[in-house]
């Protein structure tokens, strides 16, 4: 990662002065993903002042390696994990409601293949007698979803879901394949951003209490016992803080952070991970037969899989592999044709080969330590684990284990009141109800003509661009229409559905520290197949003029930018001295 900047920002700046001042703080979080996020978020509305610090960007590993679903947890109920799928239900209500700006119901469809098949596998593994997978046919699929229905009637909203005939399944999917007897709809949901919901939990518990610090690109580097090393690895300076909690919400880093937080002791190992690997593929003809569906499917082995439009392309997931080492996982090429002949089983008559891969993401699921053999048996639920003071530490370290997007809410939420408990302190806001960033008085369907109109008028930005921003950033799109103002504007020139204040914008206000940040995570631009080598070195050039580097560092990060994206994603190109404006590819080699 780029390590010689020379300037980082001033209010980054400010927030290093104001932790290096602190003699002592109650709550250090270590990990940046979506749970250490809302346990920073739950922390801060209670006022108490945390620190958070991540070693990369925030959402930047299994937090942004998602497959984008937001979902009621559907298959836990085979595993008998019945108080996950009742939570996972409340949750991805919740959401809906207080993240509209990003979270959207979404139809599902399951093709099934029989009517009967594999009752007797289903029992046995509901009854932990086997983990062999197997198909499962339309009356277990029926159970499984009559069960659900009932949790979202009880603790959601969702329509119930459907169950229909050859005849009918034939007619909306003429493109399925000839072993698809019949199948089920129901409804559950999606996240079009998830990094973006990411910082704006970050922001919003920043501006509710100042005494709340989140640093991106810090890294835990040592521990004496009373007091912990930290080290902006952007700069290389070091700094100390003498926490009373440390908080280890590293996920799949969370046995190494121990090792480190209890330097030459043993600790029990906590995590299992798995890494799940993702593909985003540009092909017409099955974006057409989606028509905004999801299919919900299983493949020749009887692995769950999913398919869904995706910013004009299809998302195609995923894998479940074990997996030691976290650090920089890909989706490598074995991967990428188990999920294409995956893909190819529910449709086999398209034909979509590796030239139609425009991006791929990966990333290790922090799992609890398991030793089952079958790895979609590990549980997706989540659990505390403190380790208390003991010789040689004098602070509580309170582990962060599992869980998965749709109930970062609720897992903050125990964590935070576990170190409220542990501080002294009560809860003063609940968040079950509170609205996120850009969701805050998100306009309904029926008055956002209205919104849209007014700060037209408050901005003097077209009713179309207004709109545009209000898709990108919910009704935060109100500040970057005022900010975009203040100064003259212009599109980029290379991808002029932006413009160059937005960009502006998102760099001085979301903690972006490198290009990657900004093209991967701020912006859906290189998940969503808009990269071009043009576009990359034009971005990389205004957020170099914004942080105030030269010109040798400018080209050393875009190479590295590049390397990345090429390493990481599957995006391959050529340096800027070679521009041309089609697309980057994904390699193959």
């Known amino acids: 990662m780029f390590s010689q900047v020379e300037n980082c920002g001033e209010i980054r700046a ?152 050859q005849r009918a399944t034939k007619q909306r999917w003429p493109d399925f394949a000839g072993w698809v007897k019949c199948s089920a709809t129901y409804y559950d949901a999606w996240i079009s951003q998830p990094e973006r919901l990411g910082i704006e939990l970050v922001n919003d518990a920043e501006q509710a209490n100042p005494q709340a610090l989140a640093l991106n690109y810090v890294k835990l580097i040592a521990s004496d016992g009373e007091t912990i090393t930290l080290q902006d690895t952007l700069s290389g300076q070091p700094f100390t803080l003498h926490p009373h909690v440390v908080v280890n919400a590293t996920g799949a880093w969370i046995d190494r952070l121990n090792s480190t937080l209890i330097p030459g002791r043993s600790a029990k190992k906590l995590i299992g991970g798995t890494k799940g690997s993702h593909l985003i593929v540009r092909h017409p003809r099955l974006l057409a037969a989606l028509n905004g569906e999801m299919v919900y499917y299983e493949n020749q082995e009887g692995r769950v899989c999913i398919m869904f439009p995706w910013f004009g392309n299809v998302l195609v997931g995923s894998t479940d592999i074990r997996i030691d080492n976290p650090d920089d996982v890909i989706c490598e090429a074995d991967e990428q044709r188990y999920i294409l002949e995956s893909l190819k089983f529910i449709f086999p008559q398209f034909s979509i080969n590796d030239s139609d891969v425009l991006y791929t993401f990966s990333g290790v699921r922090p799992l609890p330590a398991s030793d089952s053999t079958l790895n979609g048996r590990i549980s997706r639920n989540h659990s505390l684990i403190l380790l208390p003071p003991e010789a040689g530490r004098d602070y509580s370290t309170l582990c962060l284990v599992g869980g998965k997007w749709t109930t970062f809410r609720r897992f903050g939420e125990q964590a935070a009141d576990k170190v409220l408990n542990l501080l002294g302190e009560k809860r003063r806001v609940n968040t079950e109800d509170l609205a996120i960033g850009g969701g805050k008085n998100y306009p309904a369907d029926e008055k956002m003509a209205d919104w849209v109109q007014r700060i037209s008028q408050q901005t003097g930005l077209g009713n179309a661009r207004i709109s545009q921003l209000l898709t990108r950033y919910g009704t935060a799109a109100a500040d970057i229409a005022a900010f975009m103002t203040l100064d003259a504007d212009s599109p980029l020139e290379h991808f002029p559905e932006y413009s160059r204040n937005e960009l502006r914008y998102l760099i001085q206000h979301e903690q972006v520290q490198t290009l990657e940040d900004l093209l991967v995570r701020r912006t859906p631009m290189a998940i969503g197949g808009q990269l071009t080598q043009a576009r990359v070195s034009e971005v990389g050039k205004l957020l170099a003029a914004e942080l105030g580097w030269d010109s040798a560092s400018s080209a050393q990060h875009l190479q590295t930018t590049l390397s990345r994206l090429a390493s990481l994603h599957g995006l391959t190109g050529l340096y800027p001295t070679h521009l041309n404006e089609g697309p980057l590819h994904v390699s193959n080699e």
Request: glycine content about 10%; some cysteine; overall charge positive.
């Open 14 to 165: 400010a927030k290093i002065i104001k932790i290096q001042q602190m003699t002592a703080t109650p709550v250090v979080i270590v990990g940046g993903g979506i749970n250490g996020i809302s346990t920073f978020r739950e922390l801060a509305l209670q006022g108490i002042p945390v620190v958070m610090v991540e070693q990369g960007d925030w959402c930047q590993a299994a937090s942004g390696a998602l497959s984008r679903m937001i979902h009621g947890g559907l298959r836990y109920l085979e595993t008998g994990e019945f108080s996950l799928v009742k939570e996972s239900v409340q949750e991805r209500d919740r959401l809906l409601k207080n993240a509209p700006h990003y979270v959207h119901p979404l139809r599902t469809t399951v093709p099934i293949d029989s009517w009967s098949g594999g009752l007797i596998n289903a029992g046995k593994r509901f009854l932990r007698l086997s983990e062999r997978p197997a198909r499962r046919g339309a009356l277990i699929i029926k159970t499984g979803l009559s069960m659900y229905d009932l949790y979202t009637r009880q603790h959601g909203s969702m329509p119930r879901h459907q169950l229909n005939s």
